[in-house]
């Protein structure tokens, strides 16, 4: 939150004077919350700024001459400058949308859509992600130093049976806080991602409405004009002034493509409203499954749901293909524990992919999840195109704690936490097969018969 007696202060690297004045204008109208604004034209004077990392927030047009918004952003990020970053364009382009959340944007903007109110919206949404991504890092890093003083201690302690129990109750109370810390992580990475994809439709929708507000205005100006002829009409008389200004105004409002673009309007923004209502109930179902027993429960809906509020996390790197069996009967399951299990393994194909990108330098990869019945048993398969599992470390992958990550990105609980719950709570298998550089492909395993779970 803003301190109110504090401006926040904010570097505007712009090459455009007018483009400036504008956003001046803008943040100037948003209210709530008041700015210090540096403008900058020049990117070496901004790249000296950014280096030293002295601004709340960091707003960059995205054409900067013979550099992009892009280069300074992955500029702030080398830097390892705190401030979130917003992208702005003359024009709204998906694939520039896309270049800039997987860079590490907070938010892209087009200006032409741009008022107060979206604008507001923009800089609260990126600091508080901003502030999330730090708490969340700082406990991370807390507990995980916290578990290495731990499994120290238990080391030290094998052979002292009661103080050995004593440590073990300890580690799993850790266990348990880094439980919850892993969740708070998915929650808060997700919340944001789900945010941005909400915000593009919401946009989309609101442009529409523009349009269909001036174009009724310009329906009214001939509908009075027509209703002028049938007045002259009416009265027995020769409107043929009514009638040629009648036609004046069909030509000069563009009568022929308003009647061609207002239904498209209407379609789109119907469409938008329908994708926000999809991201909000799969939210909502993900979040609050329903009861905390067991309860019968449709696979395929859980899949569907769980990769559509991941899908800010994969989009950018990979391709999403479900072959979900629509004869596929409900399983016997702890929903809100079958939805982290499929979250977490889809985060991990995410991660390697990305991984093999940055070694490869190859492009998109693909991440495919089927479903079937075999016998008495629901099998759910994810695979995807990433590094693959190396042979040394596949006997451990569903050991507690145990992790390839980077310090910050895992905490090593993932499979083991879906190794339970699909083993000790559902009475069911989880396998792997994997080949270096190719992908991997988790297989997990339902009964049907609850009695047997």
């Known amino acids: 939150m803003q301190d109110k007696a504090k401006p926040l202060s904010i570097l505007l690297v712009e090459d455009d004077e007018d483009d400036y004045l504008i956003t001046s204008e803008l943040l100037e109208e948003v209210e709530g919350m008041t700015f210090e604004v540096e403008w900058i034209a020049e990117v070496e004077e901004a790249i000296h700024a950014i280096k030293e990392n002295r601004h709340d927030i960091f707003i960059f047009d995205y054409r900067l ?170 009265k027995g008389q020769c409107p043929t002034a009514k009638v040629k200004e009648a036609i004046s ?49 449709d696979l395929n809906q859980a899949i569907r749901n769980t990769t559509i509020i991941s899908s800010n996390e994969w989009k950018y790197h990979a391709e999403m293909d479900l072959d979900l069996d629509p004869q596929l009967p409900q399983v016997h399951c702890l929903a809100g524990e079958i939805n982290q299990v499929i979250l977490n393994i889809i985060i991990n194909a995410v991660h390697a992919i990305q991984q093999k990108g940055k070694s490869e330098g190859s492009g998109r990869g693909i991440i495919k999840i089927s479903t079937r019945l075999e016998g008495d048993h629901v099998v759910l398969r994810i695979t995807d195109s990433g590094t693959g599992i190396p042979a040394h470390i596949r006997p451990k992958i569903f050991d507690l704690f145990f992790t390839t990550k980077e310090v910050g990105r895992g905490t090593g609980q993932g499979l083991a936490i879906a190794y339970s719950t699909i083993v000790d709570k559902h009475g069911g298998t989880i396998d792997f097969e994997s080949k270096t550089g190719e992908g991997t492909t988790f297989t997990i395993r339902l009964p049907l018969d609850e009695e047997s779970h």
């Not at 892009?70 to 917003?86: F, G, R, Y």
């Not at 094998?158 to 300890?170: D, F, I, S």
């Not at 609101?206 to 009075?224: A, C, P, V, W």
């Not at 498209?264 to 991201?279: C, D, H, M, Y």
């Open 65 to 234: 001459g013979k550099v992009t918004g892009l280069d300074l952003l992955e500029i702030a990020i080398n830097e390892q400058c705190k401030a979130p970053v917003i992208l702005l364009s003359g024009q709204g382009d998906q694939e520039v949308d896309m270049q800039a959340m997987k860079a590490g944007a907070t938010d892209y903007l087009v200006k032409g859509n741009l008022d107060a109110d979206l604008f507001g919206r923009s800089i609260r949404y990126s600091l508080e992600r901003k502030h999330s991504e730090e708490q969340i890092q700082k406990k991370n890093w807390a507990l995980e130093a916290e578990q290495g003083k731990l499994e120290s201690a238990l080391s030290e302690l094998v052979g002292t049976n009661q103080e050995l129990e004593k440590a073990y109750q300890e580690l799993k109370s850790t266990q348990a806080q880094l439980l919850q810390a892993e969740k708070m992580e998915s929650i808060g990475r997700l919340a944001a991602g789900i945010a941005h994809e909400i915000n593009t439709p919401v946009q989309f929708i609101g442009d529409n409405t523009r349009f269909l507000e001036e174009s009724i205005q310009e329906f009214d100006k001939l509908i009075i004009a027509q209703s002028r002829v049938i007045e002259e009409h009416v």
């Open 249 to 297: 105004i069909a030509d000069e409002i563009d009568f022929d493509f308003l009647r061609k673009e207002i239904p498209q309007a209407i379609q789109q923004s119907l469409e938008g409203i329908n994708r926000v209502a999809k991201i909000v109930l799969a939210m909502k179902e993900f979040s609050h499954p329903g009861n905390d027993g067991k309860s019968l429960i």
